[in-house]
């Protein structure tokens, strides 16, 4: 059973996965991303926006898929929402399995649908203002690489 | 009451994050709407879900009382 989370407020990685690596100790494998707020480019903050109905379901229905898809011992998925600094985490992906190739793979699958396919809207703010940030030709093409 | 939802940068356009409307057919609801808001509510990159829900097709769509009708640009996520 996937543990996946949608946080309003800041969370601490290493604490996740730290808990995450305790829960699985039957896993030979454990993949870890983090994406963050990335200190370059002037941006101050960024907002990360979810809609309530759908953003959460959404999650839950991608980790569902991943987890029909590869054998896996535990899935971790955490997103954040609102509004964050440079440093801060925005999402967390843990994947346990057997073999590090499964986990490896759910990771990777897991953040190219969070990426483009999740229920999220994001806009940075830097001296000129906020801006909304439109998809990017390639997480589409990120994204094509697992249709099957 | 019905209730239209803007996320992104349509809550720019319209000036908030949502708005009260009379329920009625989506046409005409979409009708009484600033033209430009309108535009951009059904340009062919937004998507629309009527209570959670995605709709495939806005057609023949009638907002009861308490519907709530979100209008979804392109996500970016991560």
């Known amino acids: 059973m996937a543990d996946v989370r949608l946080s309003l407020d800041a969370f601490d990685p290493a ?9 699985h100790p039957n896993a030979g494998g454990i993949v ?63 994947a346990a399995a057997r073999h590090r190739r499964d986990a490896f793979a ?15 809207w994001k806009r940075e703010k830097t001296a000129a203002g906020w801006r909304w940030i439109e998809p990017r030709p390639e997480d589409h093409e990120d994204i094509s690489r697992w249709r099957i | 009451m019905a209730k239209l939802v803007f996320m992104g940068r349509l809550e720019d356009v319209a000036g908030a994050p949502e708005m009260a409307v009379k329920p009625g057919p989506v046409e005409q609801v979409l009708a009484a ?7 951009e509510l059904l340009g062919e990159k937004i998507r629309m879900a009527l209570n959670g ?26």
């Not at chain 1, 759910?106 to 999220?120: G, N, P, V």
């Not at chain 2, 709407?33 to 535009?39: D, Y």
């Not at chain 2, 709530?68 to 970016?76: C, T």
Request: aromatic content about 6%; charged content about 20%; overall charge negative.
């Open chain 1, 15 to 23: 604490v996740e996965i730290a808990g995450f690596n305790a829960r």
């Open chain 1, 106 to 120: 759910a990771a990777d699958f897991a953040m190219d649908h969070l990426k483009s396919e999740s229920w999220f």
């Open chain 2, 33 to 39: 709407l600033e033209p430009a808001l309108a535009v």
């Open chain 2, 53 to 78: 829900r995605l709709l495939t097709d806005v057609g023949g769509i009638v907002l009861a009382q308490g519907d709530e009708l979100a209008f979804l640009p392109p996500v970016s996520g991560g």
């Open chain 1, 32 to 94: 870890t991303f983090l994406g963050q707020v990335r200190d370059s480019g002037g941006v101050e903050a960024l907002e990360l926006q979810h809609y309530e109905p759908m953003t959460l379901p959404g999650m839950q229905e991608l980790a569902r898929v991943t987890e029909r898809r590869w054998p896996l011992e535990g899935l971790l998925i955490l997103h954040r929402s609102g509004v964050m600094l440079p440093g801060d985490a925005i999402v967390l992906v843990c």
